[in-house]
C-alpha cells in the first residue's frame, strides 16, 4: 500500500491524558499536512512540514498541540492534557509539492 | 475565518442528470481551487482542479468552472452517477500550496 497511512485508526481517551497520532506519508512526498474534521465541517488546517522543517501552524493549535516530523519522513502529533474539545477526526496528507495533496483515513478521536 | 464557503450542505439528483456544486471564496490571494471527494470513514480524495490562469478544467465527467471576478467556482458531473454520491468539498490555496483552506462541504445524493 503507498498511500499515506495513520496510526491509529480510533483513539478514545479521557479527558486530560496526553495522546500522540502517527502520520506515514507517501514515500518522497516533501510536503506533509495536518488537519482537523468535526462533523458537519471541511477539514480545518493544523499546520504544515516542508521536510522536516515545520513552517506553518495555524493558530488554531494550541499550545497543547505539538507536531514533529523528524529527518522528513513520518510525522507525529501529540495533544496533551486532552479535552472533550479535542474530539474529532484528525486528517494526515502529503503532496509531491504539485496541486493536489493526498489525505489518509484519519484518526477519530474521542475524549470522554 | 470562511475564507471558502460552501452554502449547499446538500444535493439530490437523478442519476444521468447533471449535479452542480458550487463554492464561494474571500481571498483574492488563492492561486489554485481543488475538489476533494469523500465517502464514509475514508480520507479525502483529490477529484479535480484549476489554477487561477484558467476559467475551466475538464476531467471525463468532472468540469470545474472558475469565475475570479465573482471569487466563484463550481463543480460539474455530468452524467451523475449512484456511486458519486459522497461529500464534495471546494478548497483552495495560495500559489505556494502551504495550506488548503476547505468548505464545510456538500452531501450529493445520485438517485438511481
Known amino acids: 500500500d503507498t498511500g499515506v497511512s495513520q496510526d491509529p485508526r480510533h483513539k478514545i481517551t479521557k479527558r486530560g491524558q496526553n495522546v500522540t497520532f502517527r502520520c506515514d506519508p507517501i514515500?518522497?512526498?516533501?510536503?506533509l499536512y495536518w488537519y482537523r474534521q468535526t462533523l458537519g465541517q471541511g477539514p480545518e488546517f493544523l499546520t504544515y512540514?516542508?521536510?522536516?522543517?515545520?513552517?506553518?501552524k495555524s493558530r488554531l493549535l494550541s499550545d497543547r498541540f505539538s507536531a514533529e516530523r523528524p529527518k522528513g519522513s513520518f510525522s507525529t502529533l501529540e495533544i496533551q492534557r486532552t479535552e472533550q474539545g479535542d474530539s474529532a477526526m484528525y486528517l494526515c496528507a502529503s503532496s509531491p509539492g504539485e496541486l493536489g495533496a493526498f489525505f489518509g483515513q484519519g484518526t477519530r478521536l474521542t475524549v470522554v | 475565518d470562511q475564507q471558502v464557503k460552501q452554502n449547499s450542505p446538500s444535493l439530490s439528483v437523478q442519476e444521468g442528470r447533471i449535479s452542480i456544486l458550487n463554492c464561494d471564496y474571500t481571498n483574492s490571494m488563492f492561486d489554485y481551487f481543488l475538489w476533494y471527494k469523500k465517502y464514509p470513514a475514508e480520507g479525502p480524495t483529490f477529484l479535480i482542479s484549476i489554477s487561477s490562469i484558467k476559467d475551466k478544467n475538464e476531467d471525463g465527467r468532472f468540469t470545474v468552472f472558475l469565475n475570479k471576478s465573482a471569487k466563484h467556482l463550481s463543480l460539474h458531473i455530468v452524467p451523475s452517477q449512484p456511486g458519486d454520491s459522497a461529500v464534495y468539498f471546494c478548497?483552495?490555496?495560495?500559489?505556494?500550496?502551504?495550506?488548503?483552506?476547505f468548505g464545510a462541504g456538500t452531501r450529493l445524493t445520485v438517485k438511481p
Open positions: 478548497a483552495a490555496s495560495g500559489y505556494n500550496n502551504n495550506d488548503m483552506r
Open positions: 512540514f516542508q521536510n522536516e522543517a515545520q513552517l506553518e
Open positions: 514515500s518522497e512526498h516533501n510536503r
